[in-house]
């Protein structure tokens, strides 16, 4: 029979088989089995005395298979072998860091022996970049526990994605499935998807990966590398709750993209959750499949905007609290006045002064404040980078024309209509680096043609009329302001 390596899928068992049991009962019985060799049907142990071979056998074996077979999507046979501790301890997992040889207590005492506390390690099924779920009870290992819902500000620019995200976490796997949430940089994509995945996992036994789509592609290079694919499937195929983090990286990345559509089905047919963010609307990716492209577009996509003031001056009340920091009220509202891009720069300039602050001994005036922020205020508008969208550049005109997102995207032909979605076709060409027929497409299917006549008409507009240059100038100056 040809030997299989099940190595990996042991030591998933066995972090199960220790979640369950607790560190004592778990350090007492398996901290001296060892994985022996494989077969496809079945997996031999090592263990110390037939004493001990009887005892796991009758208290764990039907426990340790169905837990093996959760692992490997099937029946596994369990095999026992009294062996020397030698070469048990050869057997031991290298990788797990939780049964190192060096860190088995000698064979005699093993069952009297207290186990030694544990710290939460990374299972064998991950690598650098990605490990996976809890290694005990407690924190997640691969979620921040910062990024929580009570730490989360609503307002008016993610007032909807916040409850859909709220709503996820009472009810995974059963309503908006899967769930995208797109916008710039900074705005609080990450922090939102970790705080479903932290509720669920403070609420739930479910299993839950948290993962940036460039960390899945490395893991998954990394297994075709290593000749063991089948692990990498398993490991993503077997979770309740998958979340990954900005997928426009996967942009091009062709094989990646297909073992994602794999995985994202096998989960979606299971009814577990799958949640994705992005930095743009999934309509706009480029070079992604276009089935890959539906599964991204089921479920539910919102979005997140940038934070009006009112909500900047919240965020930057709340983090103030949270940090302790003692930066009084009218200089928070000097910040949130003159930081509109995104959370993340709101941030940076808190840390800033409360460095400054504490260098000082003495708290921050609104002259201080002025004087430490000023490159920050004063930074340029930013350049126009090719991540901006046309959905931006769509809301940005739809509210400076006051005419609906919809009307805009129409075959409306009434003049009222007809200007603006000119304008923005034109603005769209100038400003991005979308083709005319990725252009067309966000105005229900287009054809490049109309895009090219509507840059031309505008530009022939411009050259007589003065105010309507002025006037896309300001829509384009209010598009680099609320895209980052
Ligand atoms: P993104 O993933 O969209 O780039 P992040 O989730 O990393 O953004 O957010 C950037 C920073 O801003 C994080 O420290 C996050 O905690 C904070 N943040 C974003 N949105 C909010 C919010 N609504 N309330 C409080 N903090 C926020
Ligand atoms: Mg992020």
Redesign the pocket.
């Known amino acids: 029979m040809a030997e299989w390596d099940y190595e990996l899928f042991w030591n998933e068992t066995l972090n199960q088989m220790r979640e369950e049991l607790g560190e004592d009962e778990f350090g007492r019985w398996f901290k001296l089995v060892g994985y022996l060799r494989a077969t496809e049907q079945d997996i031999t142990l090592g263990v110390p005395s037939g004493f001990y071979r009887d005892q796991v056998k009758t208290r764990y074996q039907t426990r340790i298979e169905a837990a093996l077979k959760l692992v490997v999507g099937r029946d596994i046979a369990l095999l026992f072998e009294v062996v020397s501790q030698s070469q048990r301890a050869a057997a031991l997992p290298k990788a797990s860091g939780m049964l190192r040889p060096d860190a088995a207590p000698p064979q005699s005492s093993a069952a009297e022996r207290k186990p030694e506390t544990q710290t939460p390690q990374p299972n064998l099924f991950s690598s650098d970049t990605a490990r996976e779920v809890k290694a005990k009870k407690g924190r997640h290992l691969l979620l921040r526990e910062?990024?929580t819902f009570d730490?989360?500000?609503?307002?008016d620019n993610?007032n909807f994605a916040a409850n859909a995200a709220m709503a996820i976490s009472r009810n995974p796997g059963v309503i908006y499935n899967p769930f995208l949430i797109y916008?710039?940089?900074?705005?609080?994509?990450?922090?939102?998807m970790q705080a479903i995945g932290n509720y669920v996992h403070h609420n739930s036994e479910r299993k839950i990966i948290y993962i940036t789509a460039e960390s899945f592609m490395n893991e998954f290079i990394q297994a075709i590398r290593e000749n063991r694919t089948s692990a990498f499937k398993n490991k993503y195929r077997f979770v309740d709750m998958l979340l990954i983090?900005d997928i426009h990286f996967l942009e091009g990345k062709l094989e990646t993209q297909e073992e994602l559509f794999h995985t994202f089905n096998a989960l979606y047919d299971a009814n577990k959750h799958i949640i994705f963010?992005c930095d743009r609307p999934a309509s706009e990716l480029k070079k992604v499949s276009e089935r890959l492209r539906s599964r991204f577009e089921r479920g539910l996509n919102v979005d997140?905007q940038p934070?009006n003031y009112e909500?900047r001056y919240a965020?930057l009340k709340?983090?103030t609290q949270d940090r302790k920091v003692a930066i009084s009220d009218e200089v928070l509202a000097l910040i949130a006045k003159n930081i509109n891009t995104?959370?993340?720069d709101l941030?940076a300039a808190l840390t800033k002064l409360s460095a400054y602050a504490d260098l000082l001994g003495k708290p921050i005036t609104l002259e201080s404040a002025r004087q430490q922020l000023k490159d920050v205020f004063a930074a340029p508008v930013k350049q126009i980078s090719a991540s901006i969208s046309i959905e931006t550049i769509l809301h940005v005109v739809a509210n400076y024309f006051s005419i609906s997102l919809n009307d805009l995207k129409s075959n409306k032909r009434t003049q009222k209509i007809v200007q603006p979605r000119q304008i923005t076709m034109y603005i769209a060409r100038e400003i991005t680096e979308f083709s005319t027929t990725e252009i067309g497409q966000q105005f229900g299917g287009r054809h490049y043609t109309t895009v090219m006549h509507a840059r031309e008409k505008i530009e022939n507009q411009c050259r007589s009329d003065p105010t309507l240059e002025a006037t896309i100038q300001t829509i384009i100056g209010l598009i680099k302001g609320s895209a980052n």
């Open positions: 910062d990024y730490k989360y500000v609503i307002g993610n916008g710039g940089v900074g705005l609080g994509k990450t922090h939102l983090d963010t997140l934070p909500t965020i709340a983090k995104n959370v993340r941030e």
